[in-house]
């Protein structure tokens, strides 16, 4: 960057541009202090104080020798790093986010960095005990702030400035984080302990068969602990760790035997993170080859990813699509460049790390927002490094500092779970994983059954490649579809509670063939709402226009908006009737009619209430796998990836709750999402069988799941798409306002969509009412925006809306209203 030699440097006055980790326009300008001239480099974080006395870490955007016109610039208080931490390709992809998103940098900076490098005053610094370490090897500064965590437990980076008496505690910070000797937080929910069991091991001391001889005969007198001795023994030959709780319950001996054992250093004590065992068929599936349809897809991809920055893999569901990822993950392997494989969903990828595992062993990661700081800082300098080849993630994987990216993968790129919603920047991963492959210089490949209608066009109209694979591997076949009229069962009186006849023999044959079952409903909760008989009340949140749901675990209402509960209602508070029914039908509520219907049964739910712990979902899965399950019942969380070879019935409760939802998406989320879930019946063997409930079997949705029919679906879709202006020919962006006081809003809100209007005309819709009026005691009024983008410049019309808000924001007759932008909503 500068080719001063270091004498000329150490004279320079230099600035700095710094992005800072919060919602503020633009970078700031700061001094360099000429004795770290030499260490500032874009990319490496400094300290700098904001504001009045705040202190954040930021990131040097640029090293320029002009002083601010404005104000004056203060001093860096310091230089964090030895090596940028921030590659110049990330700079470049947040400042798309960025313009793109209608966020600012900050927003974006505060999304892609672990909170562990980032610290700020506010953040607090927490003891990660480590009693075997030596403490000798500390300076005193570092023994002063462990001195007062020990104390304190918990100390905000304010706390630690005043025990040292000085700005710069970073650097302190940092070396004992780097010692692994504190754990550092941004928010209280985000304490994370990775799920542990308590695992007995052997002494290695008695893999020698004559020492075991002697302790057999040490413990003569003690045959309990002879038992337990005993019981290990037999555990371990299985080849996995032992579970203090199967030991237990193996030897029948109480905790107190196996703690003088463990005292007696013939075993050892410790903990292991909870993971899935390995697969029973991963090591036969180790060399596989693959099929003629899939070698010709890859010739195909290979081609095509020569020729197009994007290609889209349309893969029919069990078609093998990830047995092709792994062959030209390998090619890139091959050429020494990383691979970034992205999937919608965290629970997902717990699945496919141990399918992948097998080929790609350490060079492969996985990265989601869900590890603690300590991980997410670590795999980052490993990213960094280049000593990770294959990052395995959910969205916030594409804000990795990749050193040599080759290959993107983008699979599932339909889901709209790869969009985020809160907080800025809202950004979609695959249209970011696109943007970070052209700056990278890498390949992007992305993979569906069921591509989005964006994608699709693209495809067709020769931007992406496009590959098709329309055949299931090993010539399984599409699973058969069969659609049972709720209506008419209703009347012949064969439906019991929410199960037609036709599911309920569907299920009870399934068992019988010792085979599994899951059914598909498309909500949580018990019953949801409560609705009075007498006057049609139902109980609302206090702080959003919502109603609330019943949560039969907890026996509260609840608010799926802000997390309000109240305690269940037996009289309407409205009329005092006692008429209070439940309406809707939740997850909970079939798993409870399923076990009172089918007693024999064994049944169990998936879905958010379930969930909630990291593992939870993985020990869901792992019973499944184990057949400890016949039937999960599920919402979307059944429908995305599993794979397993037992299931040959889906069951669709209601698929009218899908169709029937109101959004211009809903026809293509209902096909992509039933075509998925019926993707998850039959996959090696059998052909499977899947069984729709509905009020409108012949709804058009629903014939072309039935028949398979993706192009069906599409040109359909496309049809309405170009008529009623939405994408992928129109690019919408949504303003919503909010405000706390609903009067205010509506003026507001009508004077800021009519300056829009006298600058964008009819492109600017509304102010109108979200579905959802009013969240955590805000009013929302949304301006919806719809551009032509084949004739429009977006670019433009971004700037002139970020100008536009920033003005509305500053003016005091706005008080109290702030906008939230987002572009690509849906
Ligand atoms: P998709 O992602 O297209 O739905 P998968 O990649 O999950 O499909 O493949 C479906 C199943 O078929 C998996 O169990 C996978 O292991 C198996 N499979 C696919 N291709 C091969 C192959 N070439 N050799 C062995 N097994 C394969
Ligand atoms: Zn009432
Ligand atoms: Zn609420």
Redesign the pocket.
């Known amino acids: 960057m500068f080719d001063f030699d270091s004498e000329e440097l150490n004279q320079q006055t230099l600035f700095v541009e710094v992005i800072l980790p919060l919602a503020i326009p633009g970078t700031y300008t700061y001094r360099v202090p000429k004795h770290l001239n030499a260490l500032t480099e874009v990319g490496k974080r400094v300290v700098v104080q904001f504001g009045k006395s705040k202190i954040y870490t930021a990131i040097v955007s640029a090293i320029g020798q002009k002083a601010p016109v404005k104000y004056e610039a203060k001093y860096l208080i310091d230089v964090l790093d030895e090596k940028a931490i921030v590659t110049q390709q990330q700079l470049k992809l947040w400042q798309w986010i960025a313009e793109y998103y209608l966020c600012t940098l900050g927003e974006v900076m505060a999304a892609a960095l672990p909170s562990a490098l980032k610290l700020a005053s506010e953040t607090r610094i927490v003891l990660n005990a480590n009693p075997d370490f030596d403490k000798s090897l500390l300076n005193d500064k570092e023994f002063l702030v462990l001195d007062a965590l020990e104390l304190k437990h918990e100390l905000s980076v304010t706390d630690v400035t005043k025990i040292l008496a000085q700005k710069s505690v970073f650097p302190i910070l940092r070396s004992l984080f780097s010692k692994n000797l504190i754990y550092i937080l941004e928010e209280i929910d985000e304490k994370f302990q990775p799920k542990k069991v308590a695992v007995i091991q052997l002494n290695p001391l008695y893999q020698d068969k004559e020492n075991l001889k002697h302790l057999f005969a040490e413990l003569e007198k003690a045959p309990k602990q002879v038992d337990a001795l005993l019981g290990y023994i037999k555990l371990a030959k299985s080849g996995k760790s032992v579970k203090k709780t199967d030991l237990l319950e193996a030897t029948g001996v109480s905790a107190g035997v196996i703690k003088a054992l463990v005292d007696k250093e013939v075993f050892i004590a410790a903990h292991e993170v909870i993971s899935r065992f390995t697969h029973p068929d991963l090591t036969a ?1 180790m060399d ?4 003629d349809a ?1 070698q010709q897809a890859l010739s195909a991809l290979q081609k095509s990813i020569n020729e197009k920055s994007v290609t889209l893999l349309h ?11 792994i062959r030209l993950i390998e090619d890139y392997l091959a050429l020494g460049k990383q691979v970034l494989y992205l999937l919608p969903e965290i629970a997902l990828t717990g699945q496919m790390i141990d ?1 992948l595992k097998v080929y790609f062993k350490d060079q492969i990661i996985v990265y989601h927002s869900k590890f603690n700081d300590n991980e997410r800082a670590e795999i980052w300098q490993k990213v960094l490094n280049n000593e990770v080849k294959i990052v395995l993630g959910a969205r916030s994987s594409v804000f990795l500092p990749f050193a040599d990216l080759g290959f993107v993968i983008v ?1 599932e790129e339909h889901e709209a779970s790869f969009k985020q919603f809160e907080p800025a920047p809202r950004y979609h991963a695959r249209d970011v994983a696109i943007m970070l492959g052209t700056i990278a210089h890498a390949k992007v490949l992305l ?1 569906s ?1 069921t591509p989005s209608l964006e994608t699709y066009f693209n495809a067709l109209n020769n931007k992406f490649g496009l590959v098709k ?1 329309a055949e ?3 010539g399984v076949k599409l699973p058969y579809i069969e659609v049972v009229s709720i209506a008419e069962e209703r009347n012949r009186k064969l439906i019991k509670e929410h199960f037609t006849s036709v599911l309920l023999e569907g299920i009870n044959t399934a068992i019988a063939n010792q085979e599994q079952v899951i059914l598909f409903q498309n909500r949580r909760g018990y019953v949801p709402i409560l609705i009075c008989q007498t006057c049609g009340n139902t109980p609302k949140c206090i702080n959003c226009d919502v109603s609330l749901t019943y949560h039969k675990a907890s026996g509260k209402l609840h608010c799926h908006y802000c997390g309000y509960k109240e305690d269940n209602i037996t009289e309407c508070p409205a009329c005092a009737s006692k008429h209070i029914a439940y309406k809707g039908l939740g997850t909970e509520k079939i798993e409870d009619d399923l076990k009172v219907i089918l007693p024999d049964v064994r049944v169990a739910r998936m879905d958010y209430d379930t969930t909630r712990n990291k593992n939870a979902h993985q020990v869901i899965l792992n019973d499944f796998e184990d057949r400890k399950i016949d039937v999960l019942v599920g919402t979307q969380m059944v429908a995305k ?1 599993l ?1 397993f ?1 037992n299931i040959t019935l889906i069951g669709i409760i209601n698929a009218d709750s899908i169709i029937q939802f109101p959004d211009f998406r809903a026809y293509e989320r209902s096909f992509q999402l039933l075509s998925q879930v019926a ?1 998850r019946a039959g ?2 063997s059998k052909q499977g069988k899947v069984i729709i409930q509905t009020y409108d079997a012949k709804h058009r949705v629903i014939q072309q799941v039935v028949n398979h029919d993706y192009e069906s679906m599409y040109h359909e879709e496309m049809i309405e798409r170009r008529q009623f202006k939405y994408p992928p020919f129109y690019k919408i962006i949504q303003l919503n306002i909010k405000h706390k006081d609903l009067g205010m809003l509506l003026k507001i809100s009508d004077a800021f969509a009519k300056l829009l209007k006298h600058y964008l005309g009819d492109m600017v819709i509304g102010p109108h009412s979200p579905l959802v009026g009013r969240v955590r005691n805000y009013y929302i009024q949304t301006i919806t925006i719809k551009i032509d983008w084949a004739s429009q410049s977006l670019s433009k019309i971004k700037v002139l809306l970020k100008e536009q808000i920033s003005v509305f924001e500053a003016d005091k007759a706005n008080k109290g209203a702030f906008i939230i932008a987002d572009v690509d909503p849906y």
């Not at 893969?315 to 990822?325: N, P, R």
Request: no cysteine; aromatic share 10%.
């Open positions: 599936v596989f080859t693959l099929s899939q893969g029919i569901t069990s078609s093998g699509k990830t047995q092709i990822y399918r699979d993979g059954a694979l299931r591997y090993g990836g794979d070879e993707g996959r090696r």
